[in-house]
């Protein structure tokens, strides 16, 4: 008996219908990619890229993980950005969070919750370097959204500050990073006017001269 069958229905009604308006689309799609945006966002089943935005398969270049973040140890991500960087060439990379965030909620409490403990660390030390602005947010929802944000504009910096990053811009190649976050609720996009496109928008410490 096959397993999952109704997902090859819903599979072969999906490309046919595509076939049926558009009868080379995906001849054509599987010769080239050539997305102007990475995507970085969280793994929340509800948040589908491609439509959210609006774009077309091969039009998004997309990494996912729980909460969104940029860990420079993570080779996983490392190597999506270095490939979409600097083989696509992809102009813009948008880190989008979205309110609500299970793995943010997590690292709010004191509980534990396994494995993912380790991960969730890197958004507590998010709180902790700016504690004295969410303690004073009485409201837990309110704390919870703003925690979003501010995770969202931290790995904004965290991608901006490694080499691959960096060296884009050394070459004069057009790269540009956003911070955003969706709304579950009303399936829009918040843009947290943190966009950083060159190496002066960063502070002198993080830095990195050109390669040798």
Excluded at 26 to 51: N, V, Y
Excluded at 82 to 91: A, G, H, R, T
Excluded at 185 to 207: E, F, K, P, R
Aim: charged residues 20%.
């Amino acid at each position: 008996m096959k397993s999952l069958k109704h997902l090859f229905e819903n599979n072969l009604t999906w490309a046919n219908g595509i076939k049926k308006d558009m009868p080379d689309y995906f001849e054509d799609l599987s010769k080239r990619q050539q997305p102007e945006f990475l995507w970085i966002g969280c793994s929340d089943s509800r948040i589908p890229a491609e439509r959210v935005v609006g774009l077309k398969p091969g039009e998004l270049f997309v990494h996912r993980n729980i909460a969104n973040l940029v860990v420079h140890s993570d080779m996983n991500l490392l190597s999506v950005l270095q490939y979409s960087v600097e083989v696509l060439k992809v102009k813009h990379v948008i880190i989008c969070g979205h309110y609500g965030c299970g793995g943010v909620i997590a690292s709010m409490k004191k509980a534990q919750f396994g494995l993912v403990d380790n991960w969730l660390r890197y958004i507590r030390d998010v709180y902790q370097g700016n504690h004295e602005e969410l303690d004073k947010i009485t409201d837990k929802n309110k704390r919870t959204d703003r925690l979003v944000e501010l995770n969202v504009m931290h790995q904004v910096k965290n991608l901006c500050h490694t080499s691959i990053v960096q060296n884009a811009w050394h070459q004069s190649q057009p790269l540009t990073v956003h911070g955003w976050v969706y709304s579950l609720a009303s399936g829009l996009l918040n843009d947290l006017n943190c966009c950083i496109s060159d190496q002066t928008q960063l502070d002198h410490m993080y830095h990195l001269k050109p390669e040798a």
